[in-house]
C-alpha cells in the first residue's frame, strides 16, 4: 500500500483561507491542517477546531509574522533572521511559537511544518527534532528553498529526522504556481507515479476561498481556490485512489 498525506498550510491567516480549509476538512476528514500562532485570525482558526471537533492540527511555523513585521514575511526576511541571530535566539523563538500553539489548542501539534521551508535550517531544526522526539510528532520532509515552489533535497537535514526515528514522508509535493486545473492534476500524478509500494507521500495544498483581503495580502489568491476545486473533484481523488493510495493523516504513515 502507498499513503497520501494531503496538508493544507496557513490556517489562521485570513478569514477567507480559514473558510476555505474549514470547508475542505469536511470534505476529506484525513486533510491534516498547519495553523500558524503569529496570525491575526489564529483564534478564529482555533474556534473552528473546536467548533468542529478537527483533530489533525499541526503547526505552520513561521519565527517571524505580520504581528512581528506589520506585513507578510519574505524570503529576505528569512535569510536575514538566520544570519543575525544565534541559535539560542531562534530557539527562543520557536518555543514561544510552540508555546503559544499549546494554549490556543490545548494540546501539542499532531505535526509540524513551516513557512518557506525554513525547518531545513538546523538552527530551527536542531530544536523542533528535540520537541517533537519528546512528544512523538511527525515532521514535513525539509526542502533547502525559500521561494514559493519545493526546493532541492535537504539530505542533511533528512539523515536528522532519520537518526531522530522521526516520521516523515518520503516524498512532498506542491504545485503553488498554475492557473490551469487540468495540467496541476496531470502534474500531480505524474508526481505521485514516483512513489513506490509501502512509501509515503504528502501534498501541499494552499486552500482559500477569493475575496478581496486575499488579494491584496497574498501573492497566492485565485490560485488558493483552484486548490479546493482540485481536492473536491472525486473524479481525481477517485484516480489517485486507483493508483494503489490510501488517504491518511500523519499519525498513520
Excluded: W
Amino acid at each position: 500500500m502507498k499513503k497520501l498525506v494531503i496538508v493544507a498550510d496557513d490556517f489562521g491567516t485570513l478569514p477567507s483561507i480559514n473558510s476555505g480549509i474549514s470547508f475542505l476538512y469536511k470534505n476529506i476528514p484525513t486533510l491534516e491542517i498547519s495553523m500558524v500562532t503569529k496570525a491575526k485570525y489564529s483564534k478564529e482558526a482555533a474556534t473552528m477546531v473546536k467548533e468542529q471537533s478537527i483533530q489533525n492540527i499541526g503547526i505552520h511555523m513561521e519565527l517571524l509574522g505580520l504581528e512581528d513585521l506589520g506585513r507578510p514575511v519574505t524570503a529576505k526576511d528569512y535569510i536575514k533572521l538566520f544570519k543575525e541571530k544565534t541559535y539560542e535566539e531562534i530557539e527562543k523563538i520557536a518555543s514561544e511559537e510552540l508555546k503559544a500553539f499549546e494554549t490556543t489548542i490545548g494540546k501539542p501539534p499532531t505535526h509540524i511544518t513551516s513557512h518557506k521551508g525554513i525547518h531545513g535550517n538546523f538552527k530551527l531544526l536542531n530544536f523542533i527534532i528535540a520537541y517533537a522526539k519528546e512528544k512523538n510528532i511527525p515532521i514535513r520532509k525539509p526542502v533547502t528553498a525559500l521561494n514559493v515552489e519545493l526546493g532541492n533535497q535537504n539530505y542533511a537535514a533528512e539523515i536528522s529526522l532519520s537518526r531522530a526515528k522521526l516520521k516523515s514522508t518520503n516524498y512532498l509535493f506542491a504545485h503553488m504556481l498554475g492557473n490551469n486545473l487540468d495540467k496541476i492534476k496531470n502534474a500531480f500524478i505524474t508526481d505521485l507515479e514516483k512513489v513506490n509500494e509501502g512509501e509515503t507521500a504528502e501534498i501541499v495544498i494552499h486552500p482559500a476561498f477569493f475575496d478581496e483581503r486575499l488579494l491584496n495580502y497574498s501573492s497566492l489568491n485565485y490560485l488558493r481556490t483552484r486548490d479546493i476545486d482540485l481536492f473536491t473533484d472525486q473524479n481525481f481523488i477517485d484516480q489517485i485512489k486507483k493508483m494503489g493510495f490510501k488517504f491518511c493523516t500523519y499519525k498513520q504513515i
